[in-house]
């Protein structure tokens, strides 16, 4: 966390800076997001946004007054109301619970795919950057292949190929994961190549350290900054790629809740007739991946601003 | 130079050959053929699927159909579509113009709204101009083009009792009635990827803000909004280009979504369709289609770096 840490300072403010390197391990961790909530307010607006969808997701069973998958024709399409704050889709169930409950696929598929495609692209950029010539030129192809590859005949391959169901919410982390690498191997591979031939390196190598500790023990954590902004980028990416591969019917199946799963049929047919079905979801969405750009952005201005990840 | 360029073209080669292949194989990794799923449940004859398999040319060996299919490229035969029995040339004919048209619109609209609004939130950093512009954007990039179209269909009905109509009209048969149809999915595109250029256009003309010959200029007494639009801009808009013209590439193949709400008959949902009766020849044609479209805007947009900034040379 240390150099991380300290770019999040102004030059100018010379007395904090000196306080804030004189300070060590945890205490230093309060400073830098003392000094983030501070400084940043957009930023800290996600990141409340986050701590509320968090605690949304772990406490869904509390704070969800109806069973989301459970269907009741008593109540079919009616509209928002005190019994029902959110209405209810065509099949009686309340839409305000399957928010509730929909914030768990959201963020269990971009948690997960995010956390896979930037750890891989870290590794990928990585080695390609420390190795450099044919294994640089052979991974830097193998990206150039995937970035130009269309997502969606990825997606339906997948799914495709691995089925679909209740319990495959893993088929469209894997469809989501693969237009992140390319993504993050490029940037990470940027930023490690201005360490690899650093002299530090160099002493490492002399002193006897292999290629594989060389890379992660002394290369992977200077580009830790980047991979960090990335991960909280593409997690509000892939929540929005699930929701739009969910809406295609590529992605999550009836009856999980998932919000981009509302928005398609009932939302799309019902649109007139019972907007609430269309509007909630959709909602939902904006606010998650507001949250995680707001947060994203802040978090790359105060680490990294000369970095670009739009 | 010369070297430098024709270097970038053989480059575009083995990409489009690892995506030739990877197209191959993931597609013939996924279950069930185009035979077996129109016969699918329909008590057949093994011998007829057998034999229009052989018609196909399905039974061949795997690597047999790939140099075959690769010859055909050399000769810039596409082949015929699996599943309709027309040429993929005429197949795709059909749809590329709207595909064009769409991401042509939305780009330009893109463009209309991120460079002003970009230059606005540069100059005044840090105001609440800046912040409200920022929030805009960052809501571009949340809400799901998708959603928005959903939503503006939602607006037309309840205000204006209009809706889409279902059937397209072509450019040249109606202007108005093709625009008035296309104006909506164009929005609802074009205002998340403004949000994209949008953030590289104020990020860049921070950069350049801080410059030296901006200081100069100002120092000359130069007109501050001259400043900004001679000297910050101009030298501004590298990386706004090329994120524009990146987009721009994904837009051709990457509006399946959108297509699908405006009920729009485009490249986007050729594909789906075509991976969904695993129509193995139009697939690939797509895929190598749209693969060539991003390579090619790739390698357009470093040449013209090099007409813009003439201090950029490649070696």
């Not at chain 1, 893993?170 to 360490?195: D, E, F, K």
């Not at chain 2, 360029?5 to 069930?32: D, E, H, K, N, S």
């Not at chain 2, 609004?117 to 571009?140: E, H, K, M, P």
Request: with cysteine; net charge neutral; charged share 15%.
């Amino acid at each position: 966390m240390t150099g991380l840490a300290r770019a999040a300072l102004p030059e100018s403010d010379e007395v904090a800076r000196r306080r804030y390197l004189e300070s060590t391990g945890s205490r230093r961790f309060v400073r830098f997001w003392r000094d983030f909530i501070r400084r940043r307010p957009l930023g800290t607006a996600g990141a409340v946004l986050i701590v509320l969808m968090l605690f949304t997701a772990a406490f869904a069973d509390r704070i969800a007054p109806y069973d989301p998958v459970e269907i009741r024709f008593a109540d079919l399409l009616q509209p928002p109301s005190f019994e029902h704050l959110l209405g209810t889709d065509p099949f009686g169930r309340d839409v305000f619970s399957r928010i509730v409950f929909g914030s768990r696929t959201a963020l269990a598929v971009g948690f997960s795919a995010s956390f896979v495609g930037c750890t891989l692209g870290l590794v990928l950029g990585v080695v390609g950057a420390y190795f450099g010539g044919r294994v640089d030129q052979l991974i830097q192809r193998f990206m150039d292949v995937l970035l130009s590859f269309p997502l969606i005949v990825i997606a339906i391959a997948v799914v495709a190929a691995l089925g679909t169901g209740e319990d495959k919410i893993a088929n469209v982390i894997a469809a989501i994961t693969v237009p992140i690498i390319p993504r993050v191997a490029r940037v990470v591979r940027s930023s490690a190549l201005s360490v690899v031939n650093m002299p530090y390196i160099e002493a490492t190598r002399a002193v006897g350290s292999g290629a594989v500790r060389i890379m992660f023990r002394h290369v992977a954590p200077n580009v830790f900054a980047p991979y960090l902004i990335m991960l909280t980028a593409f997690l509000g990416q892939a929540i929005l790629l699930e929701a739009s591969l969910s809406f295609l019917g590529l992605g999550v199946f009836e009856p999980t809740p998932s919000w981009g799963l509302m928005l398609r049929g009932a939302g799309m047919q019902f649109l007139e007739q019972a907007p609430w079905i269309a509007i909630a979801p959709g909602v939902a969405i904006s606010l998650a991946v507001f949250g995680f750009n707001l947060f994203g952005d802040s978090l790359r201005d105060a680490l990294d601003p000369r970095l670009r990840t739009a | 130079m010369r070297r430098y360029v024709a270097g970038r073209l053989l480059l575009m080669v083995p990409t489009l050959i690892g995506v030739a292949i990877l197209t191959f194989v993931i597609m013939r990794a996924v279950p069930g053929d185009i035979v077996a799923l129109k016969y699918a449940g329909s008590p057949v004859p093994q011998s007829v699927i057998d034999e229009e398999r052989h018609q196909l040319g399905l039974d061949k060996p795997m690597w047999q159909q790939f140099t075959d299919w690769m010859g055909e490229i050399a000769r810039f035969d596409l082949g015929t579509s699996l599943w309709t029995g027309h040429s993929v040339v005429e197949e795709i004919e059909i749809r590329f113009p709207l595909s064009l048209e769409l991401a042509i619109i939305a780009t330009l609209l893109a463009i209309a709204i991120a460079i002003p609004l970009g230059v606005l939130a540069a100059v005044r950093q840090d105001t609440w101009t800046d912040y409200a512009i920022r929030i805009f954007s960052i809501g571009g990039l949340a809400m799901p083009s998708f959603w928005i179209g959903l939503l503006m269909v939602l607006t037309t009905i309840t205000l204006f009792g209009w809706a889409p109509p279902f059937v397209f009209t072509p450019l040249t048969v109606d202007p108005f009635a093709n625009l008035a149809q296309m104006i909506l999915p164009a929005l609802s595109v074009g205002y998340r990827y403004s949000a994209v250029s949008m953030r590289m256009t104020r990020s860049s003309v921070l950069e350049v803000l801080r410059e030296d010959y901006v200081r100069t200029a100002r120092a000359k007494g130069v007109r501050e909004s001259l400043v900004v639009a001679r000297h910050a801009l101009r030298n501004a808009l590298l990386p706004v280009i090329t994120v524009i013209s990146l987009e721009f590439a994904f837009l051709i193949g990457g509006l399946v979504v959108t297509e699908q709400v405006f009920n729009l008959n485009g490249v986007g949902k050729l594909l789906v369709d075509a991976v969904a009766h695993r129509d193995y020849t139009l697939i690939q044609a797509l895929v190598l289609l749209l693969a060539s479209v991003f390579v090619l805007i790739n390698f357009v947009v470093d040449m013209v770096y090099v007409f813009l900034d003439p201090r950029i040379r490649y070696s």
